[in-house]
């Protein structure tokens, strides 16, 4: 009876262990089939397993710079609307790219440091004889008003189209093009080549300063520099006006005057691209008034070579001196002998002392001018 007993506990103690095997291999076949499942990490990267997911970026960026203090600006204040600036500066590139990158900075639509650093990079724009630094090339092109320049800058910071890169990358290129940094190819600007341009350059000095885009001392400095070079006699006392290129001259027959063995030619003036208005020579200016001559008078302005461009010539210097619009010219051929043939222009008529004062005006601004008998 005691066997029976004991060999049924053996079969159950039997099968207890066959069902506790099966099902721990169970166990280990789920498990493995996990592992299998799941992604391959190398050891040591499984902190990087549970990072959390990074932030997105601000669907506004680039993020608008800060608002500065006017007074940290490098252009001064002046109490002038942008409109009214914008229309002073009109045709002057250079001068309204300086405008638009003032407007930006004082806006805060571009920061502090960058204004700084654009203004000084290109400043020999504005101030070519006394700023030693070239600015970049290019300035002098066409450039989109100041006002549309700023629309645009208020657009990328107000817009989400696009993202944050693309409108940044925009955002640097339309600054890059209006007014570009120090990295830029550089460009020598060449110094007043005539009176004309160096009055002009003063004019323009007074317009700068007064939309704030110079301040005074750069104002001053540059203007003494430009006065100096009048006084010193620097500047060349000659009017040029540019003309299109005529047509090539056709060949002229050199002429030998009998007896002195050498050719009489033409003189030169007023065949190439640029028209040179020279002031005469004294051997080929006109005769002076008689004493005591009531006769019709005239004022020689200059001798040329051609009187092709003659009336261009005499529309350049009614312009550069009103006290010429009243009269009108003539243009009187003249024989030099071995010289050639010289061109009078000679305006008028008036009478006699009125040419010698007009003459005398004339010539206190650097033009030559002789009063002589008007031709008839």
């Known amino acids: 009876m005691v066997v029976v007993a004991l060999a049924a506990l053996a079969a159950g103690c039997t099968k207890f262990k066959e069902e506790i095997e099966t099902s721990r291999a169970e166990a280990e076949m789920q498990a493995q089939m996990e592992s299998y499942q799941k992604p391959k990490t190398r050891p040591g990267l499984e902190p990087l397993l549970n990072r959390p997911a990074p932030a997105m970026p601000d669907p506004i960026a680039p993020e608008r710079p800060e608002q500065p203090d006017p007074s940290a600006l490098p252009f001064p204040w002046v109490d002038i609307p942008w409109s009214e600036a914008e229309a002073m500066l009109a ?22 440091e960058d204004v700084t650093q654009r203004r000084a990079a290109n400043l020999g724009a504005l101030l070519p004889i006394t700023v030693p630094v070239p600015p970049a090339a290019g300035l002098d092109r066409p450039t989109a008003p100041p006002s549309s320049l700023v629309k645009r800058f208020n657009h990328l910071y107000d817009t989400a189209k696009g993202t944050p890169e693309t409108r940044r990358a925009e955002r640097n290129f339309l600054l890059d093009a209006m007014m570009p940094g120090a990295k830029a190819p550089r460009t020598t600007l060449a110094a007043p080549i005539d009176m004309a341009q160096a009055r002009a350059g003063l004019a323009r000095l007074d317009r700068l300063k007064q939309s704030g885009l110079i301040t005074p001392s750069e104002q001053e400095g540059e203007a003494q520099a430009l006065q100096k070079m009048i006084a010193d006699g620097a500047l060349p006392e000659t009017l040029i006006v540019e003309l299109p290129p005529p047509p090539p001259p056709a060949p002229k027959k050199v002429v030998k005057k009998a007896g002195s063995g ?53 529309e350049a210097l009614k312009k550069e001196f009103p006290d010429l619009a009243p009269l ?49």
């Open 91 to 112: 045709g002057d590139p250079a001068a309204l790219r300086f405008l638009a990158l003032k407007q930006l900075g004082q806006d805060g639509l571009i920061g502090l």
């Open 262 to 314: 050498r050719p009489v030619g033409r003189m030169e003036g007023g065949v190439s691209g640029r028209f040179e208005v020279i002031p005469s020579p004294p051997q080929v200016s006109a005769p002076k008034i008689p004493a005591g001559s009531n006769a019709p008078a005239g004022l020689h302005l200059l001798s040329m070579g051609t009187a092709i461009h003659a009336e261009k010539a005499y």
């Open 328 to 376: 009108s010219f003539t243009v009187s051929k003249a024989e030099l002998g071995d010289l050639g043939a010289t061109y009078r222009l000679i305006a008028g008529p008036t009478d006699p002392a009125n040419a010698e004062k007009i003459c005398a005006d004339i010539r206190a601004k650097g033009q030559s001018c002789q009063a002589t008998p008007f031709p008839k």
